[in-house]
Antibody
Framework: EVQLVESGGGLEQPGGSLRLSCAAS????????MTWVRQAPGKGLELVSS????????YYADSVKGRFTISRDTSRNTLYLQMSSLRVEDTGVYYC???????????WGQGTLVTVSS | EIVMTQSPATLSVSPGERATLSCRAS??????LAWYQQKVGQAPRLLFY???TRATGIPARFSGSGSGTEFTLTISSLQSEDSGVYYC??????????FGQGTKLEMK
């Protein structure tokens, strides 16, 4: 059974850092592209960052470029999102999701809440 | 960037009636479109990919159609558990996938 479990969210001050983790089971991270999608309170879905499985290439939305870093540890089968220089507008629930083949995000974690506030 | 526009913003439908949700892309995306359902307090769930292919476990009362720039999600006979927010998403240009702003589906 495929499962994604996020952790690492919490309350952080503006300018601070957090590292989110997404532990995958039931499949191998190396074989799939993965994404982080966030949802600000009461708002829609925003793709924040992606990691392409085979070639290990990365993508960042303009809103987080230069501040966030996506990575993976294949030995732990875990995806990460290192978030630095946090802003109030980074507040929201962060989901990791698997990119399905042929398309769509077929599995999602339960989400982890990030709150940036002074 | 491809912009996805959903309509209406809110839809109120009686149980047993048909619900029709629309999604428009700012340029042609062929059939590279997915639909998601999100219930309150839950993660989104994939409903369709390829515009009209149901994901695993999605009931037959849900159907998807369209290609190019115009897409439709139809629920043929609304059930109470179908309430939630529905999002479309294109996956035409990896990795710059974008979501629509969502349609909130309510029971009348």
């Amino acid at each position: 059974e495929v499962q994604l479990v996020e952790s690492g969210g919490g309350l952080e001050q503006p300018g601070g850092s957090l590292r989110l983790s997404c532990a995958a089971s039931g499949f191998t991270l190396r074989s799939y592209a993965m994404t982080w999608v966030r949802q600000a309170p009461g708002k829609g879905l925003e793709l924040v960052s992606s990691f392409t499985g085979g070639v290990s290439s990365t993508y960042y939305a303009d809103s987080v470029k230069g501040r966030f870093t996506i990575s993976r540890d294949t030995s732990r089968n875990t995806l990460y999102l290192q978030m630095s220089s946090l802003r109030v507008e980074d507040t929201g629930v962060y989901y990791c999701a698997r990119v399905g083949d042929p398309g769509g995000f077929d599995y999602w974690g339960q989400g982890t809440l990030v709150t940036v506030s002074s | 960037e491809i912009v996805m526009t959903q309509s209406p913003a809110t839809l109120s439908v009686s149980p047993g009636e048909r619900a029709t949700l629309s999604c428009r892309a700012s340029q042609s995306i062929s059939i590279n479109l997915a639909w998601y359902q999100q219930k309150v307090g839950q993660a989104p769930r994939l409903l369709f990919y390829g515009a009209s292919t149901r994901a695993t476990g999605i009931p037959a009362r849900f159907s998807g159609s369209g290609s190019g720039t115009e897409f439709t999600l139809t629920i043929s006979s609304l059930q109470s558990e179908d309430s939630g927010v529905y999002y479309c998403q294109h996956y035409n240009t990896w990795p710059r996938y974008t979501f629509g702003q969502g349609t909130k589906l309510e029971m009348k």
